[in-house]
């Protein structure tokens, strides 16, 4: 079945405990890219990666990051975790139309609740 | 820039009636394309449709209909005799190009409530 496995999908941790949330799809999508949902605020982008090797920073980057060295996977890290990282993460990957946006959309993770005490 | 307006932040109504969700969009690309997705209560996004730019026919699925109007930057969304399966979270989202990457913006979302 094709799809975006995200872990875990419940994570409480305390302030400054490093982590890591995996991101694996087995689509052989090129494009990854993580999003946080707050109440109000929607999805925003953190990170994206067009390739293996190649990631860049999206809307809220701050206290994230992220590696792809392998084109199937691309974690999040939080290496110093606070309370406002609090939120909803979503991992979500797409297959790249030559000089067009996104056209196929995305396909999302199931997500992660994160909470930082 | 891009930006996705959902002015509705919830809207509650009863079984079987009909319900609008209003999505207005920003773009300088010529070439985009819009998106709605359904966020249930279990949490996990659902892709509903896909529109391109340059395609401002109307879509029709089941109970769903959507309103592409390029002429007021608007993608609506309505739901015929809403059922309470409906009730869920409803994000509209562009995707264009912001520098030479691509990206999906996602409006604030519209929670819909369906009751008996």
């Known amino acids: 079945e094709a799809q975006v496995t995200q872990n875990p999908r419940y994570l409480i941790t305390v302030t400054g405990k490093k982590l890591t949330v995996t991101c694996s799809q087995n689509m052989n999508h090129e494009y990854m890219s993580w999003y946080r949902q707050d109440p109000g605020l929607g999805l925003r982008q953190i990170y994206y990666?067009?390739?293996?090797?190649?990631?860049d920073k999206g809307d809220v980057p701050e206290g994230y990051k992220v590696s792809r060295k392998e084109k199937r996977n691309f974690p999040l890290i939080l290496e110093s975790p606070s309370p406002n990282q609090t939120s909803l993460y979503f991992c979500?990957?797409?297959?790249?139309?030559?000089?067009?946006?996104?056209?196929?959309?995305?396909?999302f993770g199931s997500g992660t609740r994160l909470t930082v005490v | 820039a891009q930006k996705v307006t959902q002015a509705q932040t919830e809207i509650s109504v009863v079984e079987k009636e009909d319900v609008t969700l209003d999505c207005v969009y920003e773009?300088?690309?010529?070439?985009?394309?819009l998106f709605w997705y359904k966020q249930p209560p279990s949490g996990e996004l659902v892709f509903l449709i896909r529109?391109?730019?340059?395609?401002?026919q109307n879509e029709i699925s089941g109970r769903y209909s959507w309103n592409f109007q390029k002429s007021t930057s608007s993608f609506n969304f309505t739901i015929t005799a809403s059922q309470v399966v409906d009730s869920a979270v409803y994000f509209c989202?562009?995707?264009?190009?912001?520098?030479?990457?691509?990206?999906?913006?996602f409006g604030t979302g519209t929670r819909l409530q369906v009751t008996l």
């Open positions: 989202a562009l995707s264009g190009f912001t520098g030479t990457a691509s990206k999906l913006t």
């Open positions: 529109r391109n730019s340059f395609d401002e």
């Open positions: 990666s067009m390739n293996v090797e190649v990631t």
């Open positions: 979500a990957s797409s297959l790249l139309a030559p000089d067009r946006p996104l056209y196929y959309g995305y396909t």
């Open positions: 773009t300088r690309d010529t070439t985009y394309y």
